[in-house]
């Protein structure tokens, strides 16, 4: 394979990496957003905690408190579960990422040699074609000596 059909795989394996670059991170705002809302969540339910706690509070002041501190369980409960889908996909596109960054360095490996191996074969040639001019011109001034 020519280096020139290598620089264009390099080119795609490195936007490929780039837009699981671009997708890590749009997974990693939105793992940054659930877990701050779960984060408010528990703060609102230990908020509502200390509301119980006056000594003023009425049974029904009291029935509602508890029912409301059931619901922000419950929305916690299910926030924890979409941070958890969250990690887990940033994870799946951190591994992503990895592979796309590996695969890209072993190309550009493969594609530096095969440069190097045209370069080297270009300047062979090179030096051929002056050794063979070199010669048929030494050749013409022996024989009109």
């Given at each position: 394979?020519?280096?020139?059909?290598?620089?264009?795989?390099?080119?795609?394996?490195?936007?490929?990496?780039?837009?699981?670059?671009?997708?890590?991170?749009?997974?990693?705002?939105?793992?940054?957003?659930?877990?701050?809302?779960?984060?408010?969540?528990?703060?609102?339910?230990e908020?509502?905690d200390?509301?119980?706690?006056?000594?003023?509070?009425?049974?029904?002041?009291?029935?509602?408190?508890?029912?409301?501190?059931?619901?922000?369980?419950?929305?916690a409960?299910?926030?924890?579960?979409v941070?958890?889908?969250?990690?887990?996909?940033v994870?799946?596109?951190?591994g992503?990422?990895?592979?796309?960054?590996r695969?890209?360095r072993?190309?550009?490996?493969?594609?530096?040699?095969?440069?190097?191996?045209e370069?080297?074969a270009?300047?062979?040639?090179?030096?051929?074609?002056?050794?063979?001019i070199?010669?048929?011109?030494?050749?013409?001034?022996?024989?009109?000596?």
């Open positions: 394979m020519t280096s020139k059909r290598l620089g264009r795989l390099v080119r795609l394996k490195k936007l490929k990496e780039q837009a699981a670059a671009a997708e890590l991170a749009e997974e990693q705002q939105t793992l940054g957003q659930a877990e701050d809302e779960l984060q408010r969540l528990r703060a609102e339910a908020a509502a200390f509301a119980v706690v006056r000594p003023d509070v009425s049974p029904s002041e009291l029935a509602m408190a508890s029912a409301w501190q059931d619901q922000l369980g419950r929305r409960a299910q926030q924890q579960g941070v958890a889908v969250a990690e887990e996909r994870a799946e596109r951190t992503e990422v990895q592979e796309a960054w695969d890209r072993l190309l550009e490996g493969v594609h530096g040699r095969a440069v190097e191996r370069t080297a270009d300047e062979g040639a090179e030096r051929r074609r002056n050794d063979d070199a010669l048929r011109t030494y050749g013409r001034k022996g024989g009109e000596a």
